[in-house]
């Protein structure tokens, strides 16, 4: 590839793992010999992974540019305490985050077993999530769906929806949704939840919240050991069976 500066757009949120695999590959190919790769991406593990440095840019305009981890760090702290109504009964598609706003997602947080704040967990620790979430018109029918999913290739490991029949809920209420993985039986690698509440357009979503913000990673037991696996080169993203308590909460 005869070229200085390669551009590459959101490359892991399309095609199979194969596909996936060769562009990661042409991307380390282009790196190592010294030329230039811009990654756009959504998902900060992948970010981190491949980039030593990140330049984010918010409506055009370059809010921090400086070391991967502390400038994923500020943007994570940033999605959770920055949440921002979004237009009710009309589709928008912002990137990691879409829906008709009926529902809508708020305060994103990952816990340890006692309550406390994390997002590294080990192998056959308890992992635990919570969202709040805000109604901002009447709905009849809304299902709440989780997924956990690998942050390099975006393959889905798990997913959970909420069985019919659906309860109603009404504007101005607020509540939480909350997933407790017992015992997680999860390799070491990096991840992130797939959050939905599908809505009256199940095609649609009043919100669907695709990473960027909800990331965590799973680690060596060895603090030597990486959980930087190759794409392509480990197939064992989880033990079987696992279990999960799942609770949606209205106050």
């Known amino acids: 590839m005869d070229t200085e500066i390669l551009l590459v757009d959101e490359v892991l949120a399309v095609g199979d793992a194969g596909f996936q695999k060769k562009c990661l590959e042409k991307m380390g190919d282009v790196a190592k010999v010294g030329k230039t790769v811009i990654f756009v991406s959504h998902s900060m593990p992948a970010i981190e992974s ?7 840019i918010d409506n055009g305009k370059i809010v921090k540019d400086g070391i ?26 912002l ?24 997002n590294t967990y ?16 009447d709905v009849d029918i809304a299902h709440f769906y989780y997924g956990l999913h690998d942050s390099i290739s975006r393959v889905r490991i798990t997913s959970w929806r909420e069985p019919q029949p659906s309860q109603k809920y009404y504007n101005g209420q ?4 909350s997933v407790k993985i017992q015992n997680n ?4 690698r990096n991840l992130y939840f797939y959050l939905n509440i599908d809505g009256p357009n ?15 990673s799973i680690l060596h037991k060895s603090e030597t050991a990486s ?6 080169e480990d197939f064992g993203l989880i033990k079987m069976p696992g279990i999960a308590e799942v609770k949606i909460k209205t106050l």
Not at 126 to 137: A, H, L, T
Not at 185 to 188: A, D, E, G, V
């Open 50 to 56: 491949l980039c030593p440095r990140i330049i984010w």
């Open 68 to 93: 991967s981890r502390q400038i994923i760090a500020e943007y994570v702290n940033f999605s959770y305490t920055n949440y921002q109504k979004r237009k009710v009964g009309e589709y928008q598609n």
């Open 95 to 118: 990137g990691a985050r879409r829906g008709t706003g009926e529902i809508q997602f708020t305060n994103f947080r990952l816990l340890n077993h006692q309550g406390a704040p994390t």
């Open 122 to 137: 080990y192998p056959g620790e308890q992992i635990w999530m919570e969202v709040d979430f805000e109604v901002f018109k």
């Open 174 to 177: 607020k509540g939480t949704f």
């Open 185 to 188: 039986l999860l390799n070491p």
């Open 202 to 216: 199940p095609a649609l979503g009043c919100d669907v919240w695709d990473g960027a913000g909800t990331e965590f």
């Open 227 to 232: 959980n930087e696996i190759p794409l392509g």
